[in-house]
């Protein structure tokens, strides 16, 4: 498993994936599908499609790795998870199938979720890049859309260590003639999701680009926060029919503005190719993003005295956006409990803390966790104090027992620590 042993676990081709979605009777190609690949935003860009998809009426399947709590998380049909029988079932009738062909754990769950996609026959199906895009075994459909969020420093042992080879991989998720819409236009990258979609034959459009004037803050409206989005007129192009939106998400991160307009743009191509969603499905969905899709961890309020935040973002773009809704916070002290895996350089990401804050150290409880000694002793070489801790329910326990009424505990590090206090 990739996500317990790290690189060991990934398969650098798709002739697995290939050769069991044979054998189960090539299920990709019984529905229709969005595909969305990037270092960060694409978990939450596919719930808000989803969300949005499933409000409008159309069954809509989501696939999405890592999963935090139940393995289920993964393949979910109109927000809810598949049953356990359809797992035990899926395994069971395909046993010899694996034994022959050995597919990995990530290949395995592939396989299950398009099998059941094709079952179900669900209208619509958004499909998540499990790791980079060309050899990614989600990389074997042929979508309607295909979206790349962005490209940041992640998985550069796999990916390659610029972000032109990274970008190079996540641009392998474009097919010939399929539309392709680029979350954030970074100039440094741009060319080569330009130059693919060219000899590809693929429409290609920024969203940061497209969606230009739009205005947002946090409101609380009836006792939750929210984060209120102004999407004004737009330049150069008004999206056909949404030349004013206000939208108020139950994803409170700041940083879900740029998704928003990256879903907002996906939805206008999905209309061109004759689907019905109105404005009012999409202020209606991306509301209540977390109660029809179940997505957690995305500046996700834990507790309130004290204050307790978790968030998954891990790499080094991901942590920046984090600090800056941390610095939107009112607070006294910080209290951080951080936790890392051990295969990827931290150095970036330790650079970027606070060092005034109080650091809380802990390993999440997965094989690749870092040992908190070791985080914290590197931790120490980038001027951050703190102690280490047994577990990451004893780091936050702490603490929060620490934090003073106007203090604030916040979570995170990586995906595997807030998996734990969610």
């Known amino acids: 498993m990739f996500t317990r042993d790290g690189a060991s676990a990934y398969k650098a081709n798709l002739d697995n994936t290939i050769e069991l979605c044979n054998r189960l009777g090539n299920p990709q190609h019984e529905f229709k599908s969005v595909h969305i690949a990037g270092t ?15 409000t409008a009426g159309y069954k809509t399947g989501l ?51 398009f099998d059941i996609f094709a079952k179900e026959k669900v209208d619509i199906a958004i499909i998540e890049v499990g790791l980079g895009g060309r050899l990614d075994s989600t990389n074997i459909i042929t979508p309607l859309l295909a979206i790349i969020t962005n490209i940041g420093w992640d998985h550069m042992n796999i990916l390659g260590n610029t972000l032109q080879l990274i970008a190079g991989e996540k641009a392998g998720i474009i097919k010939p003639g399929i539309p392709v ?19 590809e034959g693929s429409p290609v459009k920024f969203a940061s680009e497209e969606i230009q004037n739009s205005k947002f803050k946090i409101q609380n409206i009836n006792g939750e926060d929210k984060l209120v989005i102004e999407i004004a007129e737009q330049s150069p192009l008004p999206l056909p029919r949404s030349p ?6 139950d994803l409170t991160g700041t940083y879900q503005l740029k998704n928003v307009k990256t879903v907002l743009l996906a939805v206008e191509e999905l209309r061109e190719q004759g689907f ?10 991306l509301s209540n993003v977390k109660a029809l899709t179940g ?42 409990v951080i936790g890392m895996v051990n295969d990827k350089d931290s150095s970036k ?18 094989p690749r966790g870092l040992e908190a000694e070791s985080l914290k002793l590197k931790a120490e070489s980038f001027g951050l104090q703190g102690e280490t801790y047994p577990s990451v ?15 604030l505990v916040f979570v995170g590090g990586s995906t595997f620590v807030v998996a734990e206090v969610v």
């Open 40 to 54: 960060n935003g694409k978990g939450s860009t596919s719930h808000m499609l989803a969300a949005i998809l499933q």
């Open 63 to 113: 696939y999405t790795s890592p999963h935090l709590k139940d393995f289920r998380e993964r393949i979910r049909i109109n927000g809810e998870m598949i049953s356990e029988q359809t797992v035990i079932d899926f395994v069971h009738d395909h046993l010899a199938d694996f034994d022959e062909i050995a597919p990995s754990f990530f290949e395995m769950t592939v396989g299950l979720a």
């Open 181 to 199: 819409i680029i979350g954030e236009h970074q100039p440094e990258i741009a060319h080569i999701f330009i130059g693919k979609a060219e000899k």
């Open 244 to 249: 004013h939106l206000n939208l108020s998400l």
């Open 276 to 285: 019905n969603i109105t404005d009012e499905h999409i202020t209606t969905a």
């Open 295 to 336: 997505l957690h961890g995305r500046w996700e309020v834990l507790n309130r005295q004290p204050l307790t935040i978790c968030d998954t973002g891990h790499n080094p773009e991901g942590i920046q956006e984090v600090l800056k809704n941390i610095a939107s916070v009112a607070y006294k002290h910080l209290h951080f």
């Open 349 to 366: 990401v330790l650079a970027m803390l606070p060092k005034n804050a109080t650091y809380y150290f802990c390993k999440p409880d997965i």
């Open 393 to 407: 329910k004893t780091a936050l326990q702490t603490a929060q027992e620490n934090a003073g009424d106007n203090d």
